[in-house]
Structure formats: C-alpha cells, structure tokens
C-alpha cells in the first residue's frame, strides 16, 4: 500500500472520529458523575440541526455552532430534571431525549425550510472550513513527514483540533483540580461528597452540563464541519458508537482517544472498502459496521480486562434527612 | 400507609401523563403552524373511521402488543431490555427460514412452527446479555443496545447476500409461498357477516397478541415463575434469601422477553409484508418501551397501550398524507409519552401524593 493511501485514510479516520471523541468525552464527564447518558446521540442530533439551521438562515457558522450548544444545553438540563431534580430513571429519561430529537429535529426542519426534513445546503462561509498549519505547503515535500504534516496534521477543521485538545484538558481537570475529585467522588460515593458539604446536586447538574456543551460541539462538527447540512437521523448510530467507545475505554479520557481512533479508523475502512480483502477471508462492509459493537460485547464480557462503571452510575441521589 | 389509592396510581398519574404529552404535542403542532384540533380529528378519522383505518390501527397495535409486553415482562424483574428492536429483527429471520424453507401444507401449522421459530430466534438474540448482566454484571440496556446494532448489520449482511433471491432487485428474501399466507381479519369476519376491509393488513396474529397478553398475566401473576421474577424485582436480597438465583431468574426473563419481542415477526412479516424486507421492524422495538410505561407493565395495560399507539401510527400517517405535518411528530409524541410516563413520573407522581395526602388529613 502506498504511503498516500494509508494518509488518506489516516486522514479521514481523524475526521471521523472527531465527533465520536467529543461526544465520548461528554459522555465520560456524565457518567463519572453518577448520571448515565444514553442520550449522546439525541443531543448531537439535536445540535446537528440547530447548527446547521442557525448557519444557514444567518450565513455564519459561529451562530450555528452557538446555536447547536444552546439545544444540546437545552436537553442537557431535561435530562438533569428528570434525572437529577425527579430522581427519575436516567436510561429511561435518555431514550425519551433520543426519539425527541429524532423527531423534532424532522418536524421543524420540514417547517422551516419545506425540503423533506433537512436544511439547505450549507455554502462555503456557513461552513467550518480546513485550516492549514504553517508551512505545511512548503514542508510537503519533504520526504515521508512532510505528507504526514501536510495530509493528516494539517488541513482540519477547528472544532478536530478543539476535540483533540479536550483529551488533555478533560484528564487534567478530572486528575489535577478540585472539581474533577470531587465529580469523580459523587460518581462513586455521593453520601462521602454529601457529608462533606459539597452540594450533590450542583456538581452532577456541571457534569450534565459540560456533557451537554461537548455533545453539542460534536453535532455542530457533524452538520457544520463534515458535511454541509443536516439531513435526517444524521448521527446513525454515533452517539451509541461514543457509548460503546467510553465503555471500552474504562471512562478514562486517555483511553477515550484511542478508542475513538480505533472506531473511526473502522469507519474510515468500512467507507473506502466495501468488501476488506484479507487473504484468508473477505470481510463484508457490513461486518465493519457491527464490529465497534462486537468489540464493546467482548469488552464487557470482561475477556480483555473487566470495564468497571463508576459505582454509582445510574442511581438517583436520594438526600438523607 | 399508602400515600394514596391504588386506582390513583394505575389509572390517574398514567392519565395526567398522557394529557401532559398530548398539550405538548398540541403546543408542538400550533409551532409548526396547523391546528391541532383539526389534526386530531384527522387522526381519529383516519385510524378509527373505517374499517380500513381500523385494520391498520390494529395491525400497528400487534406489534406493540408484542413488543411492549417484551418490555414489560423484564420490567417486573427490573430489567430493561431495550433489544427488542433487534430480537424482533432476529424474529423476523425465525420466520423466514420457517416460511421459506419448509414445505407447509397450510397456514395454520405454518403459523405454529413460525410462532415457534419467532420466539427461539429473538430469545437466542436476547440469550448473550442476559448471560453477561447474570455471570459478568455488564449493564443489560447497553448490551442490548448494542445487539441492536448486531442485528441491523447482520441482517442487513443477509439480505443483500444470501437470502436475496437470484435476480431480486431489493434486498429482501424471496416471497413466501401461498400456503404460508395469514388469514387477514377480513377473512376471518366474513364468515360472521361482517364486512372489513380487505386492503388492510390486520391478520390473526392480533388474536394471538391478545392470547399473548392473557399468558402473561397468567405468567406473572399466577405461576410460581411469575412470582419470582416480580421477587427477584421488588428486592434481590430478598429473593436470594428465599432461594431465588439472579442468575436463573435473570437468564429465564431475558428469554422470555426476547421470544415475546421476536413473535412480533409473525404479525409484521409473515402477516404484513409475506416476505423478509429490510428494516422490518421500523421502530416497533423501540415502541414496546412506550406502551410497557404507559401500561404500567401489565399485560391488560399494554394492550389499551398498544392500541392507543396504533391509533396514534395510522392516525400519523394520515396526518402525513393530508397535512403538511411530517410523521415524525409520532416519535416526538412517543418520546414525551415515555419522558411522562417513564424518567418525569415523579413530578406528575410527588404532588399527587400530596393531594391526597391532604385530602385524607380534612377527612380524617
């Protein structure tokens, strides 16, 4: 294989896991909280399209991804309500944001803009255009690094660079300050953080909320980045795939990254190749779809080291008096 | 002391639930510019004002009738499998291979083995979380999640490959012959000397929905099975002390949901389409999370539920064909019926309690 192929497919692995990353990472900050969320995939699709809607109608991309936040924000606080607030089932209060999402997104799409459930199409300054890094033209032709520079680092869009970004950010704020030992502590003991006067509430609505702002970065990157609009049900799973990844990664963010590196890079493969020639056997396309899940199976049956969710994931705080 | 009556739980809070999501869905369709009132009589029209309109509400209600009591029954061990999706689509094969690969004189024993076929292939879908959430501790919804996905792609492998008929343009299997083909409700009315229509897909799988339903209440609540599944959920402790095992329990419900989601394929592919086609669940998997919420996980529960959702499928289809309303307000309908009904039951459930907490204070 040359070294070109294997950029471009390095390269769109790193454009396909982006939103996978981000929304992994939302889900991470939840979950180490105490608050499950399989609600990834109705708030990036919820951001998806108010990003995307926002940039059209006002021509700027910045508006959009404002825009995008503020929904996912939105769906953010509902499922603190009920989760938080009502003590609610939090799986159950997920999968009422995700068909919210899905439907609501097609419902006002179709009002707004009458084109069958999605939005224009997004042109040039309404999008996030490619960045290109200092000398990367004048290093490219520097043999092997500078095609790796110019192709894979090089030639992203801002929110790719951001997401990467919060891989050190996110570790740093869960492992070095006050914040995150105290949002990793009510993910695994809530009545320790209470006793210490430390309002429970409070810190699982931050985490919410953080969740909440990543995902919606992801589904602005999504409409706004990747593609050029919203077109109905346009996460296709990405939201669960983030899930599967946080499980493989143990909830840690470190680990987050490679999970969603390996996931994108199997979407990249599946998207290049429709049938992976290997030798022995030929993989069909749509064995490349299944297996981020299958491998998240073998992950929680506990094969590869047992994934262990924080202790109090999932169970409502119930203050004593 | 109960903070309030029985029939206040089992019957009000599921109705304010409903009211809460039916005003939303009302605010809902006045932002989109229509009026609401005119959509619901277009909906009741549509879905209740035919004999047609009734044979596509009751088709879409058997579905739910299956998938929902799948939710349910894990429910009362506290599992919440939200696979149905996958083990309908699981089902769906079970049928096919019946169907396609068996020569059958007539429907009836057709319709047995393909019963029979339904359950074992969504059970054995539902077969590998249950065993990880018993032996393993993984969390059963996102095992089940991911099934989901499994199950999409394995299919979808299935029917653009090997069971795609030589020549076939769509992928889907080959057609089932004659001798498979389901009575539809007109058939079986015309007999008595009533007139239903023949154009709409309800068949007699309905009837089996409804027998479904009574086997389940004899199950939960009459068998010394039922009784500790609804054991193993109200407190595991307590269930092990009494000699229950999590792991059998667990294991037995998981099946028995999965067979119940996978049974759906009777109504949707054998009765429906009389063939395999891509995505032939549409979503009904998902819907059995609704109408087990919205029932209150009892199996006379999910039947009014699942009628009410069948109503709620044809009348949006209609709404659809007739107005510039999309059918996706359906899922946002669905979504705050299970918001209501599911994850906010406390806010509609606390003030209740309340009142009638203060009601019997005055009394007394």
């Known amino acids: ?321 | 002391m109960e903070r309030m009556p029985k029939w206040a739980d089992v019957v009000l809070i599921p109705l304010i639930s409903l009211l809460l999501a039916a005003v939303i869905s009302g605010l809902v369709i006045l932002a989109i510019g229509e009026d609401p009132i005119n959509a619901l009589n277009l909906m009741v029209k549509g879905a209740l004002g035919s004999t047609y309109g009734w044979g596509y509400t009751l088709y879409y209600a058997t579905n739910f009738m299956f998938t929902g009591l799948a939710v349910a029954v894990a429910f009362h061990a506290r599992l919440f499998n939200i696979g149905g999706e996958g083990q309908a689509m699981l089902g769906g094969l079970g049928v096919a291979l019946v169907c396609l690969y068996l020569p059958w004189p007539h429907w009836s024993l057709a319709l047995i083995a393909s019963t029979v076929g339904a359950a074992l292939f969504g059970a054995a879908w539902a077969l590998m979380p249950a065993v990880l959430q018993a032996k393993r501790g993984s969390h059963i919804v996102i095992t089940t999640i991911m099934f989901n996905f499994i199950a999409a792609a394995f299919l979808n492998w299935l029917l653009v490959g090997p069971l795609k008929p030589r020549g076939g343009m769509d992928p889907s299997t080959a057609r089932f012959p004659e001798a498979t083909n389901l009575p539809s409700l007109h058939d079986l009315l015309a007999p008595l000397g009533i007139a239903f229509s023949k154009a709409a897909p309800a068949n007699i799988s309905f009837l089996i929905g409804i027998l479904a339903c009574v086997l389940v209440w004899v199950l939960i609540w009459r068998t010394r099975l039922g009784y500790e599944i609804r054991a193993f959920g109200h407190s595991e402790p307590a269930a092990r002390y009494a000699g229950i095992s999590p792991t059998k329990i667990t294991v037995i419900t998981m099946l028995i949901s999965g067979g119940l989601a996978g049974m759906m394929a009777i109504n949707n592919v054998m009765g429906e389409a009389e063939r395999l086609v891509l995505n032939a669940t549409e979503g009904a998997g998902f819907i059995g999370i609704a109408v087990a919420l919205m029932g209150r996980s009892h199996p006379f529960g999910v039947f009014l539920a699942a009628i009410l959702f069948g109503f709620l499928y044809q009348g949006g289809a209609e709404l659809a064909l007739w107005t510039s309303i999309p059918r996706e307000l359906i899922i946002v309908i669905q979504a705050l019926v299970i918001l209501f009904t599911g994850a906010l039951d406390n806010m509609v459930r606390i003030p209740l309690e309340r009142i009638f907490m203060a009601l019997r204070r005055r009394g007394a």
């Open chain 1, 1 to 321: 294989m040359e070294l070109i192929t294997v950029l471009q497919i390095l390269d769109s692995t790193v454009r396909l896991a982006t939103p996978l990353l981000l929304a992994c990472l939302a889900g991470l900050f939840s979950e180490r909280a105490g608050i499950f969320d399989i609600g990834l995939e109705g708030k990036m699709l919820a951001a998806a399209f108010f990003s995307a809607a926002i940039a059209a109608v006002t021509g700027s991309v910045w508006l959009g991804l404002g825009a995008g936040i503020v929904a996912s924000l939105a769906l953010s606080g509902l499922h603190g309500l009920a989760a938080i607030t009502f003590r609610g089932n939090q799986l159950i209060s997920g999968v009422a944001i995700n068909f919210l999402a899905a439907g609501l997104t097609v419902l006002i799409a179709q009002s707004w803009f009458q084109q069958g459930g999605r939005t224009p199409s997004l042109p040039g300054e309404a999008r996030f255009g490619q960045i290109t890094l200092p000398g990367a033209e004048a290093l490219r032709e520097v043999p092997v690094l500078g095609p790796i520079y110019a192709e894979l680092i090089s030639g992203h869009s801002i929110l790719v660079y951001v997401a990467f970004a919060c891989v050190p950010l996110t570790w740093w704020i869960l492992y070095r300050t006050r914040f995150g030992l105290r949002l990793r502590a009510v993910g695994e003991n809530p009545e320790a953080v209470d006793t210490a006067g430390i309002s429970v509430v409070r810190l699982r609505y931050s985490a919410v909320l953080i969740c909440g702002l990543l995902c919606g970065l992801a589904g602005a990157y999504l409409a706004t980045a990747l593609q050029a609009g919203f077109v109905q049900d346009m996460t296709a799973g990405r939201g669960y795939i983030a899930l599967a990844a946080l499980i493989f990664a143990k909830w840690r963010p470190w680990h987050a990254l490679y999970a969603t590196l390996l996931f994108g890079f199997l979407q990249a493969i599946a998207l290049r190749y429709q049938n992976l020639d290997l030798g022995i056997v030929t993989l069909p396309v749509q064995a490349m779809d299944a297996l981020p899940y299958i491998l998240t199976v073998v992950i929680l049956a506990g094969f590869i080291g047992k994934a262990v969710p924080p202790r109090a994931g999932g169970e409502p705080y119930v203050k004593e008096r």
